[in-house]
């Protein structure tokens, strides 16, 4: 099983990350987008049954983090797998670019726990987008830094 320390560390990255892309894109001018997913309503639905104890739990996550990894470009960055949070920084891409990439990686997700728990369900997962600069977002970037940098 995972040590929580390297699990915390790699989400203090995430959120340095973050931080660090930021900057990037006010100094520069360039877009920067961060789309979070919620995955705690899926394992909420999925229930005890299927993720019977936390190794069930622990193997389910890394296959969802697998799955996200393979549908999103080099550049971007992935948070960690442990959490029901997972975090997707999207360097130079502006809102709308995002909403496309949560549009498809929401479809994947769907498909994948379908294929998981082999049974068809209302697989939807909930999502946040913010984007540098745009003031359409309820939350600006800067304030997922705490979110990322905290959890575990």
Not at 58 to 72: A, E, I, P
Not at 114 to 129: G, K, M
């Amino acid at each position: 099983m995972e040590n929580t320390v390297d699990s915390m560390k790699r989400e203090f990255d995430f959120a340095s990350r973050i931080g660090n892309e930021l900057k990037r894109a006010e100094r520069y001018r360039i877009f920067l987008s961060l789309v979070t997913f919620n995955i705690g309503p899926i394992l909420d639905l999925a229930g005890d049954q299927a993720l019977r104890n936390e190794v069930e739990k622990t193997r389910f996550l890394d296959g969802l983090h697998r799955t996200v990894q393979r549908s999103v470009r080099e550049v971007d960055s992935l948070s960690d797998s442990g959490s029901v949070k997972i975090g997707l920084l999207l360097p130079e891409t502006p809102r709308q670019g995002a909403e496309a990439a949560a549009r498809r990686i929401s479809e994947t997700l769907h498909r994948y726990c379908t294929d998981y728990f082999s049974q068809p369900a209302d697989y939807l997962v909930p999502i946040e987008i913010s984007s540098f600069p745009d003031a359409a977002g309820a939350r600006s970037i800067a304030s997922y830094m705490e979110d990322f940098g905290s959890e575990n």
